[in-house]
């Protein structure tokens, strides 16, 4: 049988952002050690709907059962750096300190298996910008393998196949009646959007890719390519809960 558990919630409640925090997390887990990493700036942002979150790391935190014990896991990153990391884990009744990570250095504590003969090498080869965790794994820690085999096996599916409706969508748009009945919807469904700007422009020639074959860029030099830019805007709040401005997001990069 096949574990699951599904996700429900109100529009705009976060059920979206929560997917894609999992995700991100199991993607950081099992690729963040990576040599291809090496100089990569951590593909995180920033939550920027709060004047309280500016500047700060991004927090991410599970809680899991593996072999009968009851892990929790987590980590602070920002774009540079992983600024801590933490795992704990409940042999019988009180939790107990596997290690923890922060901006002095890597503690572990003798009940971390790993710590028994590379613990120092391993901590000393762990880059700023890679997890603990899975520096370990790769050396084959016992613990830290079994807790990125367990990583690997998460799925995460999500039910917003958006893309087929994309262009329909953005074509009425462009249709003032249309807009407006979709703005209404919009606000009706209340998704935390606040207003949506689409502006049609053409494609520059030094703006189709090299990849694309010399025939295909013939056609498209003597065409008239056109590319949509979307912008929402998203009410933006101070520390206590009052509308501070307005944060515009680019549709498809955000």
Request: with cysteine; hydrophobic share 35%; glycine share 4%.
């Amino acid at each position: 049988m096949l574990k699951s558990c599904a996700v429900y919630g109100a529009n705009a409640s976060g059920k979206s952002n929560l997917i894609k925090a999992l995700d991100f997390m199991r993607r950081f887990v099992l690729n963040s050690s990576k040599e291809t990493q090496i100089e990569d700036a951590i593909n995180i942002e920033e939550f920027r709907l709060s004047t309280a979150t500016e500047g700060k790391p991004s927090f991410f935190e599970i809680v899991f059962i593996l072999d009968h014990k009851l892990y929790r896991y987590g980590f602070e990153v920002d774009k540079k750096q992983v600024v801590s990391e933490w795992l704990f884990y409940v042999p019988k009744i009180r939790e107990t300190r596997l290690f923890e990570r922060d901006e002095n250095g890597i503690e572990m504590t003798n009940v971390f298996s790993e710590n028994q003969y590379f613990g120092k090498f391993i901590a000393d080869k762990t880059r700023n910008n890679s997890l603990f965790l899975s520096v370990n794994a790769q050396f084959n820690g016992k613990i830290s393998t079994s807790i990125l085999r367990w990583f690997r096996d998460l799925n995460v599916i999500s039910g917003l196949h958006s893309d087929f409706y994309q262009q329909l969508t953005i074509e009425f748009f462009k249709d003032s009646q249309y807009k407006k009945e979709i703005i209404q919807l919009i606000r009706k469904w209340d998704l935390g959007i606040d207003g949506i700007k689409i502006d049609t422009r053409k494609v520059l020639l030094e703006q189709i890719p090299s990849s694309i074959s010399e025939e295909l860029r013939k056609i498209m030099q003597n065409s008239e390519l056109q590319t949509d830019d979307i912008q929402s805007f998203h009410k933006k709040y101070n520390s206590e809960g009052k509308v501070a401005s307005l944060e515009v997001f680019d549709f498809y990069e955000d």
